[in-house]
């Protein structure tokens, strides 16, 4: 799935990954492809991203803090607009 992680400064990652786990405001989220369309508010926490394995490489976990924002899911798109 595409995922995207913005901030209003900048964007902090943008490609493909096998699942990504959010904090949202009524507990942790995860998402795989395929996953129901859904928005909701994200609270102060992790996002956890991990990538999908490279030809030479296995998967890597990346993390990003973020204080709060939205989540977008949609067509195997995941938009986190954070602060």
């Known amino acids: 799935m595409k995922v995207e992680i913005f901030t209003p400064d900048k964007e902090l990652f943008k490609g493909e990954a096998k699942s990504v786990t959010v904090p949202g405001v009524d507990g942790?989220?995860?998402f795989l492809n395929n996953?129901?369309?859904l928005i909701t508010v994200l609270k102060a926490g992790?996002?956890?991203v991990i990538t999908m394995p490279?030809?030479?490489t296995?998967?890597?976990v990346l993390t990003f803090p973020?204080?709060?924002g939205v989540v977008e899911v949609m067509k195997n798109t995941v938009?986190?607009?954070a602060e």
Do not use: C, E, F, Y
Request: hydrophobic share 45%.
């Open 35 to 37: 996953h129901a369309p």
């Open 79 to 81: 938009l986190i607009l």
């Open 28 to 30: 942790s989220m995860g």
């Open 66 to 68: 973020v204080k709060g």
């Open 58 to 60: 296995g998967a890597t």
């Open 54 to 56: 490279g030809s030479a």
């Open 46 to 48: 992790d996002v956890k």
